[in-house]
């Protein structure tokens, strides 16, 4: 594998002492100078260790958003392509389809569980779907897409089959990064922003085998992640037990909220999360969603639900709160 200018370039440059080749200040280190290959090297190798993924499959990028652009932009061309994803699902698919000029096919998950159905997204494809995008655990829903149902669309499909995984660190066990091994045209995406508690340096991964990650190489940026973004990440790799800590308080206070929402007499439904959020059907969402926004706490309208990330068990008291001083007010 013939590696990029872009990042080729980069790595020979950082074997010199005295760097007076790209016009930077020589004050204010060290954000004087462009970003380093070499920590950004390291950051994937780290990551990688702990992640059981080698640095040459890993590709790092500023959000899920931006990969799924750079997938698209690779291995699509404009005016001629489509690509499917389940829906309901992020809306970064669509929309980064229809920047490129993508046409953009729906396939749904099924409407009382949201479960993943393989035969729905292969009846989808077409002469012209060159990628498949599935979010697992998917947002806004919550829940994880069974592994069989992806492997066989891997199995079939010729094209790219991209798993977003932003929410896996809330249920690792169920991550697809195994079939990597055994399927060349499945991509997997990582999100820094949920559970590693990340969201302001909006930093994710591509993991796909090393002829993918030289395509992406090939259209991405000289400099894609800046050296705050590295250097908090590596730092956060150090903190590793941190992390595990965060997620398990996120996943008990998940199971709390949901008890205690049982028992507010407008939510009629509260679906299965594997993420770190709650995806809930009131009998009047519209009018609960407005009243919250008065008493300053904002939550996500979709679908006539809302979705109610889980937060410190303060704020989850504030938000139960407000939706019992709700239900008292309307008796």
Known sequence: MQLPDNIKKPRERAKAKLQLDANESPFNKPLNRYPSTKALQT???NWGKHEHIPERCIFMCNGI??????????FTVPNRDSIIAA?????????????????????NLRADNFELDANDIVNAISDTTQMIFL????????????????ESIVQIFDGIVVVDESYIDFVPQATVIGLLNKYKNLVVLRSFSHAWALAGLNLSAIIAHPDIIC??????????I???????????????LDIDKWTRQIIDERTKVEIALKDIPECEHIYHSDANFLLVKFSNSASIY???????????????????????????????????????SIK
């Open 43 to 45: 950051l994937m190798t």
């Open 65 to 74: 958003e931006e990969a799924c652009d750079l997938l698209i932009r690779t």
């Open 87 to 107: 829906e309901p699902t992020r809306h970064y698919y669509k929309r980064r389809a229809q920047i490129n000029r993508i046409e953009y096919r729906e396939a």
């Open 135 to 150: 979010c697992s655990p998917n947002s806004p829903t919550g829940n994880l897409l069974d592994a069989g149902e992806i």
């Open 215 to 224: 395509n992406i190489a090939k259209i991405a940026l000289s400099h894609p």
């Open 226 to 240: 800046n050296t705050i973004t590295i250097n908090a990440a590596l730092e956060m790799i150090k903190n590793r």
């Open 290 to 328: 407005k009243d919250l926004l008065k008493n300053g706490i904002a939550v996500h309208p979709v679908m006539g639900c809302l979705r109610l990330t889980i937060g410190l068990p303060q704020d989850n008291s504030a938000l139960l709160g407000a939706l019992r001083r709700r239900n008292s």
